[in-house]
T-cell receptor, first 113, second 113 residues
């Protein structure tokens, strides 16, 4: 089974802190994604990566950056956390197989105080 | 730009009754459509997808979906609902380039005993 793991299920940080969210997948998938999920807004794509050291902006990249130094690991970075970044963050991976489904991690619920 | 609409925030159904969760889409080119389910405090799980072929797609946990090109719809159905089907359901469309998804806002399904 494909496994996508995220470093924390729950995280509480203070405004202005630098926050790292880590995602690891064990199936050698080329593509990885970071979403945020907010009630009534569904899932919105923050960034994605189709290869090591490659990244592409999604729909809402402002206030975020990413890092992909190894194929299995994709990190989301909040350089200076703000209260409006309080959300559920979901990581996903996808193989290079036409029309395949994405595989999701369990999510990190981040609260910024 | 592509879009996916889920017109109902919540669907209520009694256990044993049939259920339908609605989804309409607007895409350029051929539509490639997915349904995911999210149980409380969990990540998204893939249910089923339409790529091509038969308009009735069968998926996990007894769910199926009907693709209707003329109505640009991809409604999720189940003949007999279970209380354990209560969850948040997302419809999604594959974007051109075939790696990123556009999600609907989600529909909460509540199945009462």
């Amino acid at each position: 089974d494909v496994k996508v793991t995220q470093s924390s299920r729950y995280l509480v940080k203070r405004t202005g802190e630098k926050v790292f969210l880590e995602c690891v997948q064990d199936m050698d998938h080329e593509n990885m994604f970071w979403y945020r999920q907010d009630p009534g807004l569904g899932l919105r794509l923050i960034y994605f990566s189709y290869d090591v050291k490659m990244k592409e902006k999604g729909d809402i990249p402002e206030g975020y950056s990413v890092s992909r130094e190894k194929k299995e690991r994709f990190s989301l970075i909040l350089e200076s956390a703000s209260t409006n970044q309080t959300s559920m963050y979901l990581c996903a991976s996808l193989p290079i197989v036409p029309y395949n489904e994405q595989f999701f991690g369990p999510g990190t619920r981040l609260t910024v105080l | 730009a592509q879009s996916v609409a889920q017109p109902e925030d919540q669907v209520n159904v009694a256990e044993g009754n049939p259920l339908t969760v609605k989804c309409t889409y607007s895409v350029s080119g051929n539509p490639y459509l997915f349904w995911y389910v999210q149980y409380p405090n969990r990540g998204l799980q893939f249910l089923l997808k339409y790529i091509t072929g038969d308009n009735l797609v069968k998926g996990s946990y007894g769910f199926e979906a009907e693709f209707n090109k003329s109505q640009t719809s991809f409604h999720l159905k189940k003949p007999s609902a279970l209380v354990s089907d209560s969850a948040l359901y997302f419809c999604a469309a594959l974007n051109s380039g075939y790696s990123t998804l556009t999600f609907g806002k989600g529909t909460m399904l509540l199945v009462s005993p």
